[in-house]
């Protein structure tokens, strides 16, 4: 599919991230109507002719007119959140820096963790495979503080806050 043949079923809405019907789908819905479903992972996907495709995919392809290399990165880290400023194109790397926090880290703060021989937090950031100890603090707060700047340092744009 292209984004002529892709403007001539959908309606895409960049201020929210929308899809509607140009055109009577099958049972897909009416013209006008929002179309699209959310994916087990939060993501919202579009069937067309038998393939499924996600949507943030397809306003790139939409709003640029190709499809996009690499991938697209959700800026707030809301992958329901397809508004066209909310997108952008990110390699693997810079898509995971900007990760939500894991439910298993138990600061609930990123790059931070307790280490309970030194009764200390500790901060610590990723660059590639190579993890680069940034302290330890009597706080997680501290910690984190110590992280996040040395995110923004090393990821830029890309640094989750």
């Known amino acids: 599919m292209d984004a002529d043949q892709l403007r001539g079923l959908l309606i895409y809405e960049p201020d929210t991230g929308v899809f509607r019907n140009r055109v009577q789908r099958g049972n897909r819905g009416n ?10 992972d939060g993501r919202k996907q579009i069937r067309i002719n038998g393939k499924v495709y996600r949507t943030y995919r397809l306003a790139w392809l939409y709003m640029t007119g190709e499809w996009p290399k690499g991938e697209i990165d959700h800026k707030d880290r809301d992958p329901g959140n397809d508004r066209w400023e909310n997108l952008r194109k990110a390699t693997r790397v810079e898509n995971m820096r900007n990760a ?27 660059v590639g495979s190579k993890a680069h100890h940034l302290g330890y603090f009597l706080n997680r707060e501290e910690a984190h503080a110590a992280y996040m700047q040395a995110a923004d340092r090393l990821f830029g744009e890309f640094a989750a806050k």
Do not use: D, H, Q, Y
């Open 100 to 126: 939500r926090i894991l439910k298993n880290m138990s600061s609930g703060l990123k790059g931070v963790s307790f280490i309970t021989a030194r009764g200390k937090w500790r901060a610590e950031i990723r």
């Open 31 to 40: 013209i006008g109507e929002i179309t699209g479903c959310p994916s087990g």
